[in-house]
């Protein structure tokens, strides 16, 4: 993302102006934009004109547009982002109010205006323009016919491409078609892997499987970069690790992210801090429950008496259309950061925030053990 101009009030309202650059950007801009706001944006509009003659054609015109935000859609698969509203600045060929869906488009600048721009959205302008934020972990799971490759940034797991293949059953006395099926998919997953990963970005190419299949595949792709001299996969042949799933889906990341040698692999990764936060609140939610909280009330609660260490929350809640919800968790980020907390804002789509949405969102490690009144064993209780 590349921000243009920067324009906030000192009562927090104003405007920003930005490009995005890459499919992730098309996500931040997904958690910045808020119904109520105002987008600026170039569009193509159908325009209809009359000739002398009396007939009409119909011509394409790109026109700049502000509209005042009404909905908004978010397509995961395409990351592609579609914003309606009514036009609140009337040009010749739209009129004022009238409704309009605006896409967002790659390298096509646009400008975002809010009432109030609170630290959560300031943050995440921050973190896209930082070109080191890109994706620096590559995945490729995999099983007979089946492979996932998939780019792991801070705040997303983009599917890259989904490979299926049909390999025929191995039959009695001859392997030939079942051969030539394997090495028809080896050849496909090849091809994606050099399409799909940036090896100058990537520091980690993780291929997983059951089986041997991962064996198998890397000694063919390795043979092949030898027999037509590919540098690029050659030379980075130590990037690639090697580890065991239990399928060739995009859910089995999730057991890949937990394993020791892959912490290890990737503790100086973006992604690793979040993985690694997660485990400790499970571990420490098993050994002493007092110093981990989930859920809305408790954490809060925790926050109140100054104990959380580690605040973890996914994006998902700030982008919830109920202002007043939107703004206890904004609140909930201020009151821990007063506190001197580590404060971690996980993205929905990717397989830690995945794991912490299942925890209702919101979650903490404190720095010292908290008893709640709701977990005292009341008085009468104690007495018999």
Known sequence: MKLLN?????????????????????????????LGDQLTASTIRGVK???????????????????????????????????????????????????????LELNQ???????????????????ACDITKQADVAAVTMQEGLAVVCLLTQYMTVVRQRIEVPIPRKRR?????????????YDQVYRAIKQHIDFDVVKVVILGSPGFVREQFFDYMMAQAVKTEDRVIIENKSKFLLVHTSSGHKGALEEVMRD??????????????????????????NDNPD???????????????????????????????DVPTRKKYIQLVEDSQASNANVLVFSSLHVSGERLNQLTGVAALLNFPLVLESDEEPESDREN
């Open 49 to 103: 004109s009359e000739t002398k003659t009396g007939s009409v054609s119909t011509d394409r015109k790109r026109v700049k547009l502000t509209i005042s935000i009404e909905d908004v859609f978010f397509d995961t698969y395409a990351c592609a982002l579609r914003i309606k509203g009514r036009n609140i600045v009337e040009n010749k060929y739209v009129a004022f109010g009238q409704y309009h869906t605006l896409d």
């Open 173 to 185: 006395g001859s392997t030939t078609n079942y051969e030539k099926g394997v090495l028809r998919f």
């Open 260 to 285: 020791p040698q892959i912490k290890a692999r990737l503790a100086d990764t973006k992604s690793a801090e979040e993985a690694r936060a997660i485990d400790n609140f499970y571990q420490m939610l």
């Open 291 to 321: 110093r981990a909280f989930y859920g809305y009330e408790d954490v809060s609660k925790a926050a109140e008496h100054g104990a959380i260490g580690t605040l973890m929350v996914t994006d998902e809640l700030f982008r919830a259309a």
């Open 6 to 34: 920067r324009n906030i009030e000192k009562d927090e309202s104003g405007s920003v102006r930005l490009i995005p650059e890459g499919p992730e950007d098309i996500w931040h801009a997904y958690n910045l934009i808020q």
């Open 109 to 127: 600048p646009f400008t975002l205006s809010k009432p109030q721009w609170d630290l959560i959205s300031l943050k995440r302008i921050e973190d």
